[in-house]
């Protein structure tokens, strides 16, 4: 069975701080890699796609993979209030797979 | 713009009276699949169609069904719905060619 697993948190960060999440998944198959960030009440939103081991930048987000150790962080950046959220790491093993998701880390932007 | 629409955007019914929930898109993807988060949980694939071919998961109880009449829509029908199938339903698209998926706003499901 696929498990993802992530810290549920309440993980507090000082804005402009640096957040550091992380999430291991069991499926040494899994192929692509994603996180999502989620409002309360809404539904996911794309935040990052990594499929290769190493670091991936886009603006204040950052994603690293290590598939030998089945481990996929983010790190967001001058962190601000508005980051404020629940970030769902998810994977898949590719093809038509749907995403097996991970529980999420609620994310709290002390301003 | 294009975009995975969900309608509608909350739904209240009664124990065992059936539902239907809708979602449509504009993205012309290929695979529309159908999540439940249940409060404070992570996201459960249901079931996806791929074209016409529809994919159940194992897990997922019969009284889910699913229809995809044409690439547009793709329609959730809960059969008897209980008080555990409260949740906000996901509906999200892919491109073949592509990996990421694209997800609506969610219809959260309320059963009295």
């Known amino acids: 069975q696929k498990e993802v697993e992530q810290n549920s948190g309440p993980l507090s960060v000082p804005e402009g701080a640096i957040a550091s999440l992380n999430c291991t998944y069991s499926d040494r198959g899994s192929q692509s890699f994603f996180w999502y960030r989620q409002y309360s009440g809404k539904s996911p939103e794309l935040i990052m796609s990594i499929y290769s081991n190493g670091d991936k930048e886009d603006g204040r987000f950052t994603a690293q993979l290590n598939k030998a150790s089945q481990y996929v962080s983010l790190l967001i950046r001058d962190s601000q209030p508005s980051d404020s959220a629940t970030y769902l790491c998810a994977v898949t093993g590719g093809g038509a797979d749907g995403l097996t998701f991970g529980k999420g880390t609620h994310l709290i932007i002390q301003p | 713009d294009a975009m995975v629409i969900q309608n509608p955007r909350y739904q209240v019914t009664q124990f065992g009276k059936p539902v239907t929930l809708s979602c449509s898109q504009t993205l012309n993807h290929n695979v529309m699949y159908w999540y439940q988060q249940k409060s404070s949980q992570a996201p459960k694939l249901l079931f996806h169609?791929?074209?016409?071919?529809?994919?159940n998961e194992a897990d997922t109880p019969d009284n889910f069904q699913s229809r995809r009449p044409n690439t547009s829509f793709c329609f959730l029908d809960i059969r008897s719905p209980g008080l555990g199938d409260a949740a906000m339903y996901l509906c999200?698209?892919?491109?073949?060619?592509?990996?990421?998926?694209?997800f609506g706003p969610g219809t959260r499901l309320l059963v009295l």
């Open positions: 999200a698209t892919r491109d073949r060619a592509q990996e990421t998926q694209y």
């Open positions: 169609y791929y074209d016409k071919d529809f994919n």
